[in-house]
């Protein structure tokens, strides 16, 4: 079994710039800071709205 996936992500220029002052802020790398980004994004929408289930493969 895999244990990562690879994403491609097109950014903006401001999002960038922000999204790397932001991971340097938090001591982390533009790729775990987006990582805990979206980790966040999911507990949160799992609070409102109940677990959400992989898809099958």
């Given at each position: ?16 710039q ?11 790398s533009?790729?775990r800071?987006?990582?805990y ?21």
């Amino acid at each position: 079994m895999e244990k990562e996936k690879h994403l491609g992500l097109r950014l903006d220029v401001e999002t960038h710039q922000k999204l790397k002052s932001l991971s340097e802020l938090e001591d982390r790398s533009i790729n775990r800071e987006i990582a805990y980004l979206i980790r966040q994004a999911i507990a949160e929408h799992e609070k409102n709205h109940g677990e959400l289930k992989p898809p099958h493969s």
